[in-house]
């Protein structure tokens, strides 16, 4: 690929975007930041030898492809700088909430994609979200799969709103998934585990449970009922899971979630 591709926003998920293209071969050259942050500047220039700029310049117009990933609630302070110079790009955005008529307006650009990745990114084993406006092409689709291909897979939805929902499930996931780890290392030190011993059985099985259900036929559903013996230990835990409400809290969780993505995209869409 020997697109040029310019980030507006380089810190956590540009970072991990901008490391797997390098590991994939993409020349540095062809990549350029925008960065206003100089900790932050000084961070990519270390990690990946990149040069990012302070502000937008008139070099933007090199790029084929605009990845956006500034935090939503700044993204009409960082659009306005770089309209005159994008318009021509492919304007690809990971920021949760911004709708993409949002882009079109902020940008003048009419091939909008917009990805909602999660933080697994970093290490390749990403999952994202993708919805393309009418006017990308399919050559368009093409590329933001190969930008994208090395932090993990990608699935494409037909209907923007469907973004708020990718956003709640795999977006913020991570967090619901870190969130049970915690508890469960909590619950270790409470029965006399230690600290280390509690992380490490609770990320091992939750890595190999994951592993499991991605390569077994069978639904989770059953494979919970394979852990459950009848008048076990296991049984003693789920049942305690229903009486709490922990299936139908973490439902309302998600829904949370979706809900906060369309204020965002209410607040700062358009
Ligand atoms: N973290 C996650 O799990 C996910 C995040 N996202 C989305 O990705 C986007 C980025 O998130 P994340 O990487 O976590 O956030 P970060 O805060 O790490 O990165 C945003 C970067 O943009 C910089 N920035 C601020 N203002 C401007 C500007 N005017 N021009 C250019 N750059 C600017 C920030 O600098 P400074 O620090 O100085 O403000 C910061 O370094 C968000 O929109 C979020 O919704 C999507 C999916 C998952
Ligand atoms: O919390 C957020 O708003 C972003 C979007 C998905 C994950 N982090």
């Avoid at 913020?172 to 409470?190: D, H, L, N, Q, T």
């Avoid at 835990?237 to 409400?245: F, K, T």
Wanted: hydrophobic share 50%; glycine share 10%; with cysteine.
């Amino acid at each position: 690929m020997n697109t040029c591709i310019a980030f507006i926003g380089g810190g956590n998920m540009a970072s991990a975007i901008i490391g797997g293209l390098l590991k994939a071969g993409h020349a540095a050259a062809d990549l350029l930041v925008v960065e206003p942050f100089e900790a932050q500047r000084a961070r990519l220039a270390a990690d990946f030898g990149l040069q990012p700029l302070a502000a937008a310049d008139a070099s933007l117009q090199r790029a084929g492809l605009v990845l956006w990933a500034v935090k939503p609630q700044l993204f009409t302070e960082a659009s306005l700088p770089c309209r005159p110079h994008v318009q021509q790009a492919l304007q690809l955005s990971v920021m949760a909430g911004i709708r993409s008529e949002g882009l079109v307006a902020a940008t003048a650009a009419q091939r909008v994609v917009r990805a909602m990745p999660n933080t697994p990114a970093l290490i390749g084993q990403g999952i994202a979200g993708l919805y393309a406006r009418p006017e990308v092409t399919a050559a368009d689709r093409a590329l933001v799969e190969q930008v994208l291909r090395p932090t993990g897979t990608t699935l494409w939805v037909e209907r923007e709103a469907d973004l708020d929902a990718v956003t709640a499930l795999s977006g913020s996931g991570p967090a619901y998934f870190f969130y049970i780890v915690e508890a469960m290392m909590a619950a270790a030190i409470e029965m006399g585990l230690s600290a280390e011993q509690g992380r490490q059985l609770a990320l091992a099985t939750c890595a190999g449970a994951a592993a499991l259900a991605l390569q077994s036929d069978e639904s989770p559903a059953t494979l919970r009922e394979r852990v459950t013996s009848k008048g076990g230990t296991t049984y003693a835990a789920l049942s305690s899971l229903q009486a709490d409400g922990v299936g139908a809290a973490v439902q309302r969780a998600v829904l949370a979630a979706q809900q906060r993505a369309r204020e965002l995209g209410d607040e700062f869409g358009n």
